[in-house]
């Protein structure tokens, strides 16, 4: 309570609290009108004004002493009960120097017993009945009573005293009892209160904070208009259609949420694929395939459902169906779409346009293919008098001008060589990838390649170790493309090894499939590149440190060989220790 609170906020803190000389007026008061009377009135006078003077003189000393303590703040100290005793005694001083058992002031004995009496515990009224006693015996002592009505009247008035002290000592504890629960259950009011209060202000807090996400993902979600993002249940029905997704399928929000599916989205055809080929990667399907059924399609969004639910990325390239029943080339990102309380509430598709991918794809390779079938025939006619150059007998060259033309012909060599790389590439883009498959000895095709390249990896200082079992490995291959893929692998472990490094080439074999494997101690590739490795042109940053010449097409190419025997590859590579290639080509 401060000094600013309102007059009746005062008087009840007085009222509630009161200090001891608030407690002490009653008796000073009561006191004061009795001496006026005695003065003034003439039937009442004082039978020993020494005696009724003294309890006067004890009733101020106690007035006295609790305005001290009072002034300091003393409230709750067992001092403070040794005022009303005081009074007591004071008081029966004052009555027996008014006339003794005849004095009329007998009762104002009562309002200090109240006080005492509301002390904690019972002693306060045995001590009662003992100074009541006394206040009314001893003047006996001195002037014994004449009548026994007197003397009756000593009995009983302590024990009047005394009774109502124990009434008012029990009330008081109830009080105090209940004050006390009071108190407690005020204190935890107050302190649930401020938990709820606290509360709220998090409530409104999280409140605030929610409409601004909200607001956010709203703008976000509707800015979104280059790409579709579509929302699915776990049954595949559509929950969620962005702006990007209308402008894609040319289906309005409305019309997607009123019943369309997964599967409606794509072409029958692309998703029975998916069920044919359970273990594409990044596969680009649609391309082939007879028409499926609507429960082969269902069947095929299940399977790409659950890689995604088996933790796979999933990212594949399939066409889409528009609200005209047109087809455009799209890539498809499947991911889980995980709610607020922690469980899969479906899956969230990202669905992008490659209608001008795949158009500029398309022409790129056409010029590739272009470029390098023009550039193929003046080569090899270079190449050809090149060589009539060197051998005409009638102008035989010296050795400098000798030295010159094969400096001529090694670099068209390198230069048909690359125009070769790039053809090929244009055949595998295009899908006219030839392939002539004979019954081919995979350890032959290995030791053929080790010998070929074991000079290059003499000059590079590199040791070159080969692994491979006794009896030959057989199976149908194109000898050509197959030793063209380990030919590539080969050199590019070559050139990544620092002199001093190791090479080993393994061939390994099962009922189902032979596998070869190229491992290098070399300068390895960074984590994050490792996925671009078989993408065109592309060139580890470790190639471009170290300046290890070549364009990027040989991993490439020798992918496309590997997938086109049916097989696959793989790589691992930890920066600054090595690098290891397997190729797993099946049987059949």
């Not at 005696?51 to 303590?69: D, E, N, P, S, W």
């Amino acid at each position: 309570m401060t000094s600013d609170s309102p007059p009746e906020g005062r008087w009840l803190r007085l009222v509630d609290r009161p200090t001891p000389l608030l407690k002490q007026m009653p008796t000073f008061l009561a006191l004061l009108l009795a001496v006026i009377l005695t003065s003034f009135v003439p039937d009442i006078d004082f039978s020993s004004e020494r005696v009724a003077f003294t309890g006067i003189g004890l009733i101020v000393i106690a007035t006295v002493f609790a305005a001290i303590i009072s002034v300091r703040g003393v409230l709750d100290s067992s001092w403070i009960f040794l005022i009303p005793m005081i009074d007591i005694v004071g008081f029966g001083l004052f009555r027996a120097g008014t006339g003794g058992a005849q004095s009329i002031y007998g009762a104002l004995v009562m309002i200090p017993v109240v006080w005492l009496a509301t002390g904690p515990g019972p002693r306060y009224v045995l001590l009662i009945a003992v100074l009541s006693s006394s206040i009314i015996v001893v003047p006996f002592i001195a002037n014994p009573p004449a009548s026994a009505a007197d003397w009756f009247r000593a009995v009983i008035s302590p024990l009047v005293f005394a009774t109502v002290a124990a009434v008012v000592n029990e009330l008081s504890r109830l009080q105090r009892v209940r004050t006390e629960q009071a108190e407690a259950l005020a204190s935890e009011r107050a302190q649930a209160l401020a938990e709820n209060q606290a509360m709220v202000q998090r409530l409104r807090d999280k409140e605030s904070e929610n409409r601004e996400l909200l607001a956010s993902f709203e703008s976000l979600w509707s800015s979104i208009t280059s790409q579709g993002v579509i929302a699915v249940d776990t049954a595949g029905a559509v929950t969620a259609w962005n702006p990007g997704a209308e402008h894609l399928f040319g289906r309005s929000d409305a019309e997607a949420l009123a019943g369309l599916r997964f599967a409606d989205l794509f072409p029958a055809r692309s998703l029975q694929a998916v069920l044919d080929d359970r273990e594409c990667d990044r596969a680009v399907v649609g391309s082939a395939g007879a028409v499926g059924s609507a429960d082969a399609a269902e069947s095929g969004a299940q399977v790409l459902f659950t890689r995604v639910d088996d933790g796979e990325h999933v990212e594949i390239d399939i066409p889409i169906v528009t609200a005209n029943g047109s087809e455009v080339p799209a890539r498809l990102t499947v991911t889980r779409r995980i709610g607020g309380d922690g469980r899969q509430h479906g899956y969230l598709l990202v669905i992008t346009d490659e209608t001008r991918t795949v158009e500029v794809v398309r022409m790129k390779d056409e010029f590739v293919g272009m470029i390098s079938h023009e550039l193929r025939t003046p080569l090899s006619s270079i190449i050809g008098f090149l060589d009539l150059l060197r051998d005409h007998p009638d102008t035989p060259l010296t050795d400098e001008q000798g030295a010159f033309v094969d400096i001529i012909e090694r670099n068209a060599q390198r230069l048909l060589a690359l125009v070769g790389d790039l053809l090929f590439t244009a055949q595998v883009e295009s899908g006219r990838f030839p392939l002539e498959p004979v019954e081919s000895d995979i350890v032959a095709l290995v030791r053929a390649a080790t010998e070929s390249a074991t000079p290059h990896a003499g000059r590079q200082g590199v040791a070159l170790h080969v692994e491979v079992p006794e009896p030959p490995v057989r199976m149908s291959a194109d000898p050509g493309r197959l030793g063209q893929a380990i030919d590539n692998l080969l050199s590019n472990a070559i050139k990544f090894t620092p002199a001093g490094g190791e090479v080993t080439l393994t061939v390994t074999d099962d009922a189902r499939s032979v596998h070869i494997a190229v491992r290098d101690t070399g300068v390895g590739i960074p984590a994050d590149e490792q996925g671009q490795l078989f993408t065109r042109f592309f060139r580890a940053s470790t190639a471009t440190r170290n300046a290890v010449q070549g364009v990027g097409l040989g991993l490439t190419i020798t992918r496309a060989i590997v997938l086109a025997h049916g097989g696959s590859m793989d790589v691992t590579s930890t920066e600054g220790e090595g690098t290891e290639f397997r190729i797993r080509l099946p049987r059949v």
